[in-house]
């Protein structure tokens, strides 16, 4: 049974088309996996599907009283918001029927009321608020933040102060006490951390209803979809399995094609070097004719064009001094300690990846040792020579400016031609160059940050989760340029297949915490 049906969708922003004329089916029960490179549409497609966006063209259905949920990689929790509010927001429906049912009571009291029908509609909304344990709301809301690690975090903690993987787990945990019938999943294992992840991947191996799911997590794909649905040159393309079986499938097609064309080609040339000789003679003339309608009426094979793969060469610096830091006695956090005294160091040289459980104070030790944010207790001695290149984790603010603009701010000395080389190099294509760094994808975002590390000289790369929302093919070079920078390294990551080809030590910052988690 069809649970949606997406029919010739067209879409495209300004001038740069996203799909052309696409069609996607959802079955009750199956579990897709949307994959593609950054700005392929992946997100948009999930916001046309859910009525956020409309379309150019086409039509989207949902069968009849589904309940869709959608993880929103970029969804925004209000300000002021306590998690118990949040998380209990997700039974919204339920408080309206119970509103509903307050409304009719005051009904018949008027005059004329048909008392029966109006007894009979409170008696199907009761029942709704009965099936669905409206009088445990409280007790359902605390059980998944247990399962979720959230209950240490404190559920009366305004939302606005946490961290962006508790925010993201506070997203998750108000989608499954909604119990919808379909999931729409965009990045969710985006700063989640291990232990996590992996609930999260039995979770959706047992899930017994549809979900559509967005990741760049191959491990994960692997582990819980049957099916993928592949966006690449506007088009949208099925196919059955699991991600690595799509890999090869998908390249033997694309070498197909490749030689196809290339035969296509050869016989092209062919055709039109005997109608070039022969159409003028008399004797061959009717030849040349036929070989140029067959060449009129050939449906000519066409490459997709080729996306700019991502090259990250960082920009080294003259060595550092020995000692890239030393912590004394250092105590971490804002108002309460995060951190019992810690009394690290750092040499040159070494590619430390600080690991462990959200909001235990990974990105605050990286900020104190930066000298970004004060300690409540120690000191932290840097040493000379150092030139930082630093990726934060997240940027709040709204950028407007045009990547052109936002890379030429950096790099005044820069012409034009060398901006837009420098940012082609990072994997973007001319129409995302030429956009507002606001309207890009997570991954796109990522990729004009990294190009301003990558062209400044460094010897300490300060990195902050980079490979959320960065594609397949960005990681893996990611991967590959940190194996092979001779600086210092400092990095948070929840992705093993990504730190450990890199880390020279592992730091399990939950050895240090004072959070109970």
Known sequence: MSVLNVQNLSHGFGDRAIFNNVSFRLLKGEHVGLVGANGEGKSTFMNIVTGKLQPDEGKVEWSRKVRVGYLDQHAVLQKGTTMRD???????????????????????????????????????????????????????????????????????????????????????????????????????????????????????????????????????????????????????????????????????????????????????????????????????????MSRQKKLDKMEVIELGKEKPKPEFNFKEARAASRYIFEAEDLVIGYNEPLSRPLNLKMERGQKIAFVGANGIGKSTLLKSILGLIKPISGKVERGEYQHIGYFEQEVKESNYNTCIEEIWSEFPSMNQAEVRAALAKCGLTTKHIESKVEVLSGGEKAKVRLCKIINTETNILILDEPTNHLDVDAKEELKRALKAYRGSILMVSHEPDFYREIATDIWNCEDWTTKVF
């Open 86 to 288: 949040a998380l209990s927001s997700a039974f919204q429906y339920l408080f309206d029927a119970e509103s509903e049912i307050n409304e009719l009571y005051g009904k018949m009291g008027d005059e004329g009321a048909d008392i029966d029908a109006l007894l009979a509609e409170v008696g199907e909304l009761q029942e709704t608020l009965d099936s669905n344990d409206f009088y445990q709301i409280n007790s359902k809301v605390e059980e998944v933040a247990r399962g979720l690690g959230l209950d240490a975090v404190g559920l009366d903690r305004d939302v606005d102060d946490l961290s962006g993987g508790q925010r993201t787990k506070v997203l998750l945990a108000k989608l499954l006490l909604e119990k919808p019938e379909i999931l729409l999943l965009d990045e969710p294992t985006n700063y989640l951390d291990e232990q996590h992840i992996e609930w999260l991947k039995r979770y959706l191996q047992e899930y017994e209803n549809a979900f559509i799911l967005i990741s760049h997590d191959i491990p994960f794909l692997n582990n819980v979809v049957n099916l993928i649905y592949h966006m690449e040159n506007q088009e949208l393309n099925r196919y059955a399995g699991d991600y690595d079986n799509f890999v090869k499938i998908h390249e033997m097609k694309k070498q197909q094609l490749e030689s196809a064309y290339k035969r296509q080609q050869q016989e092209i040339a062919d055709l039109k070097d005997f109608v070039a000789r022969n159409k003028a003679s008399v004797a061959t003339r009717n030849m040349a």
